[in-house]
């Protein structure tokens, strides 16, 4: 019999693995749009966790993740880009490009 701690990590788990998917997916489309914007194609499709820690912003303990991705301007080339998050915002987005690295605004800020 699962007791009430249990249950309660168990919703706290599913809470944890929807809120990650949900950041993940809003930190790929502002990935593909960044890549769109800039004429590159973003590699794989995807990006990755690269960091994930707690931080306060404006005053409340929020999940900061931070993702990787690769993207190629000519297709024969592979640059690093960098996506944070802070909850559910996107915060910064970064992309190297060869005039150096470029921070775009947040997308949806």
Known sequence: MIGLAGMFAAAL???FWQDAMRARERALAACRRACRSC????LD???ALDRLRLQRRQGRLR???RYRFEFSLSG???RP???RLVGPRIVDLQLELPDGLTLLSPPDG
């Open 13 to 15: 788990a599913v809470w």
């Open 39 to 42: 004429g590159a194609q973003l």
């Open 45 to 47: 499709d995807t990006v």
């Open 63 to 65: 999940i900061a993740r």
């Open 76 to 78: 024969n080339d592979r």
């Open 81 to 83: 880009g960098r996506v």
